[in-house]
Each structure stands twice: as structure tokens, then as C-alpha cells.
């Protein structure tokens, strides 16, 4: 005869002989039940090849082990990557993380949290979209489940922020650019969607002040996240127009620069800094496939790993110890320069 399929823990109880008290005990935390009963329950999974429904195990436990992970857009291979060193950390440390893609729409970041409270979650690591977001919602989903943001700061709420010094990145690449070669203009966004963006733009007028140049900011229109389309469009038409001041320019982003590199490209300049290149790009973030670009990408590298290890530590303490963050913190990585063959 067929075996019949085990469908929940009640009918694995009744054909392994053993309580359903002890087996959730043992799947809550299989070290808290004797070796030999233990045995026991790993042999019988076995025979019955019975998996326990992981989300319904955390959803009897007062406390579960679900941490939800939100990022504004999976499509971007920048927020894949930091999404998957913070979902590798929670995994590490025994938890399961639920990934969420936000789709670039901030009423979709909404919509995740609400989905989320369902599931219980210990804690949650968003990397929001800033300004857009919607504050109270955050602040209010952190008074019942803790937050720990990444990425993207919103001052003043939620437990903790962990991310990138964007003040000392864009200072480090400027000071670089302008020591090469002619100061850098400023290719961004009109409308950003990412608050980062903002502090870069501020980080490289204080910069230029600081190193006694004037600065000059050029805006793309379109506030999507198809930014290559925007920076090949938008960057390729300010360089049709020969609008930028200087022959190096410093994109707020890795794909907006890629964008560009495409645009250049099109109209023959040749971008880099040996001889006959008439034209320098350089970006920010080390986007996956920055260094894969035709030339390959100047930029400032995150460190995708101390921010996705350090978010998941402030969470996993505050778990640890059951109670809230008397005071909160902000932890801010430095960047680091990568001198590539672009500028």
C-alpha cells in the first residue's frame, strides 16, 4: 500500500508515538529534548519523510523566527545583492527571512509591512525609500515589531540605521577626480526616489567647496527605476549639447553612469583617462556589474557584507535581550575608492 502522506504535526504525533508536546518541543529547539528522544524524532521524519510547515510552527510560538526582509526593488541588482547578504546573516544566525520587493512603488512597501504583521515576525530589516515611505506606517509597525533600517535612513524613527557614509564616499571620490584630472560635474536624478541621493548631492557641494572649485549639477528628468534608460537619454543629451563644464562627470549612481558609458559610446567619445580620451565618468555604489563595463566603471564601493552583518546583529540583540534600543543608534560604513579604467 501507498503510504499515506503525513499532512500536519498532530497526524506525525500519531504515528510516530510521540506527544505532540514533545515533538514542539524538539522543533522549537531540538537540543532541549534528550539524545535518545531525539533519535527518535530525526528517525521517524525519516520513515514518514514528514517536513513541518516552518511558518505554522512559528506562529504557535509566542516569539517566532521569522524576520521579514524589505527592499525597494529585487529587479536592481544592487538591492539583490545587499538583500541576499542580509537574508545569508539571518539564515546564519537560525532564523528564516522572508524577502520582500517593494517594485520601486512605496505603497508596495505599505502593503509588504501589512503582510508581514500576519506572519508575526520577530523583527524586520527594511531598506526603505525615504522621503516617499510612509513614516507614520514605519513608526507605527515598529512599535509592535522592532525595525532595523539599512540603506536609506528616515531620521528619528525605528531602532537603528545602518549604511554607508555617503558624506565621506562622495568627499573621497571627488577629492580623487579632481586631484586626476578637471573637477567633476554632477549627473542625478530631478526626483530621486532614494534619500541617498539627496546626501550625495550635498556631499559634493561641500566638497567642490572645499577643494576651491565651483560645482555644477546637472538633472536628469524621470523618476522611475529604469535609470541606464534615463542615464543614456538624459546623460547623452547633455553630452550632445556639450553642457558639462569640464570633461569629467560624477554620476549619483552606478547605473546612471552605465547609462551614460552607453550614451558616450553612441557618440563616439572615448571615455577614460589615457591618451585620446576626451571624456571621464565615474558612479557610486560598485554596482555587480560595474566593473564589467566597456571601460570598466571608477566608483566607490559599499560594503555590502558590514552592512547586511551589522543590520542583522542590531536586530538579533535587540531579540536577544527582549526589550528595545534604550537610545538609537546609527552605524555609517565608510566608502571605498575603485579606480577603474572610466576616470
Same mark, same amino acid.
Given at each position: 500500500?501507498?503510504?499515506?502522506?503525513?499532512?500536519?504535526?498532530?497526524?506525525?504525533?500519531?504515528?510516530?508515538? &510521540?506527544?505532540?508536546? *514533545?515533538?514542539?518541543?524538539?522543533?522549537?529547539?531540538?537540543?532541549?529534548? #534528550?539524545?535518545?528522544?531525539?533519535?527518535?524524532?530525526?528517525?521517524?521524519?525519516?520513515?514518514?519523510?514528514y517536513?513541518?510547515? =516552518?511558518?505554522?510552527?512559528?506562529?504557535?510560538?509566542?516569539?517566532?523566527?521569522?524576520?521579514? =526582509?524589505?527592499?525597494?526593488?529585487?529587479?536592481?541588482?544592487?538591492? +539583490?545583492?545587499?538583500? @541576499?547578504?542580509?537574508?545569508?546573516?539571518? %539564515?546564519?544566525?537560525?532564523?528564516?527571512? %522572508?524577502? /520582500?520587493?517593494?517594485?520601486?512603488?512605496?505603497?508596495?512597501?505599505?502593503?509588504?509591512?501589512?503582510?508581514? #504583521?500576519?506572519?508575526?515576525?520577530?523583527? =524586520?530589516?527594511?531598506?526603505?525609500?525615504?522621503?516617499? +515611505?510612509?513614516?507614520?506606517?514605519?513608526?507605527?509597525?515598529?512599535?509592535?515589531?522592532p525595525?532595523?533600517?539599512?540603506?536609506?535612513?528616515?531620521?528619528?524613527?525605528?531602532?537603528?540605521?545602518?549604511?554607508?557614509?555617503?558624506?565621506?564616499?562622495?568627499?573621497?571620490?571627488?577629492?580623487?577626480?579632481?586631484?586626476?584630472?578637471?573637477?567633476?560635474?554632477?549627473?542625478?536624478?530631478?526626483s530621486?526616489?532614494?534619500p541617498?541621493?539627496?546626501?550625495?548631492?550635498q556631499?559634493?557641494? !561641500?566638497?567642490?567647496? @572645499?577643494?576651491?572649485?565651483?560645482?555644477? &549639477?546637472?538633472?536628469?528628468?524621470? +523618476? !522611475?527605476?529604469?535609470?541606464?534608460?534615463?542615464?543614456?537619454? !538624459?546623460?547623452?543629451?547633455?553630452?550632445?549639447?556639450?553642457?558639462?563644464?569640464?570633461?569629467?562627470?560624477?554620476? +549619483?549612481?552606478? #547605473?546612471?553612469? %552605465?547609462?551614460?558609458?552607453?550614451?558616450?559610446?553612441?557618440?563616439?567619445?572615448?571615455?577614460?583617462?589615457?591618451?585620446?580620451?576626451?571624456?571621464?565618468?565615474?558612479?557610486?555604489?560598485?554596482h555587480?556589474?560595474?566593473?564589467?563595463?566597456?571601460?570598466?566603471?571608477?566608483? &566607490?564601493?559599499?560594503?555590502?557584507?558590514?552592512i547586511?552583518?551589522?543590520?542583522?546583529? *542590531?536586530?538579533?540583540? &535587540?531579540?536577544?535581550?527582549?526589550? @528595545? /534600543?534604550?537610545?538609537?543608534e546609527?552605524?555609517?560604513?565608510?566608502?571605498?575608492l575603485?579606480?577603474?579604467?572610466?576616470?
Amino acid at each position: 500500500m501507498v503510504q499515506k502522506k503525513i499532512r500536519n504535526m498532530e497526524e506525525f504525533a500519531a504515528v510516530s508515538g &510521540i506527544s505532540r508536546p *514533545t515533538l514542539s518541543k524538539y522543533f522549537n529547539d531540538p537540543d532541549s529534548v #534528550r539524545r535518545s528522544t531525539r533519535h527518535k524524532i530525526e528517525l521517524a521524519l525519516k520513515q514518514y519523510d514528514y517536513r513541518p510547515n =516552518v511558518f505554522a510552527v512559528n506562529q504557535n510560538r509566542r516569539k517566532t523566527k521569522n524576520i521579514g =526582509v524589505v527592499v525597494p526593488n529585487l529587479a536592481d541588482p544592487f538591492f +539583490s545583492e545587499i538583500g @541576499r547578504e542580509v537574508e545569508l546573516a539571518c %539564515i546564519s544566525a537560525g532564523y528564516s527571512p %522572508i524577502l /520582500l520587493s517593494s517594485h520601486g512603488n512605496p505603497s508596495q512597501e505599505r502593503n509588504n509591512l501589512e503582510s508581514l #504583521r500576519s506572519l508575526k515576525p520577530a523583527g =524586520v530589516l527594511l531598506a526603505p525609500f525615504g522621503r516617499v +515611505s510612509d513614516h507614520a506606517e514605519i513608526e507605527s509597525f515598529n512599535k509592535d515589531v522592532p525595525v532595523v533600517l539599512f540603506d536609506a535612513n528616515i531620521e528619528g524613527i525605528c531602532e537603528a540605521f545602518v549604511g554607508t557614509d555617503n558624506f565621506q564616499s562622495v568627499d573621497l571620490i571627488v577629492e580623487y577626480l579632481c586631484r586626476s584630472g578637471e573637477p567633476p560635474c554632477f549627473f542625478e536624478m530631478k526626483s530621486p526616489t532614494n534619500p541617498n541621493a539627496n546626501k550625495r548631492r550635498q556631499a559634493y557641494l !561641500e566638497s567642490m567647496e @572645499r577643494h576651491g572649485h565651483t560645482p555644477h &549639477i546637472f538633472q536628469a528628468e524621470g +523618476s !522611475e527605476w529604469n535609470f541606464e534608460e534615463i542615464g543614456s537619454a !538624459e546623460g547623452g543629451r547633455f553630452l550632445s549639447e556639450n553642457a558639462f563644464k569640464t570633461n569629467t562627470v560624477l554620476c +549619483s549612481n552606478d #547605473r546612471l553612469a %552605465i547609462g551614460m558609458l552607453s550614451a558616450a559610446f553612441r557618440q563616439g567619445r572615448r571615455v577614460g583617462h589615457g591618451e585620446g580620451c576626451d571624456l571621464r565618468i565615474a558612479g557610486h555604489d560598485d554596482h555587480p556589474f560595474s566593473r564589467f563595463t566597456c571601460p570598466s566603471l571608477t566608483t &566607490i564601493a559599499q560594503d555590502y557584507a558590514a552592512i547586511a552583518n551589522r543590520a542583522v546583529s *542590531t536586530l538579533f540583540r &535587540i531579540l536577544d535581550a527582549d526589550e @528595545r /534600543l534604550k537610545q538609537r543608534e546609527e552605524t555609517q560604513f565608510d566608502g571605498k575608492l575603485v579606480m577603474r579604467d572610466s576616470a
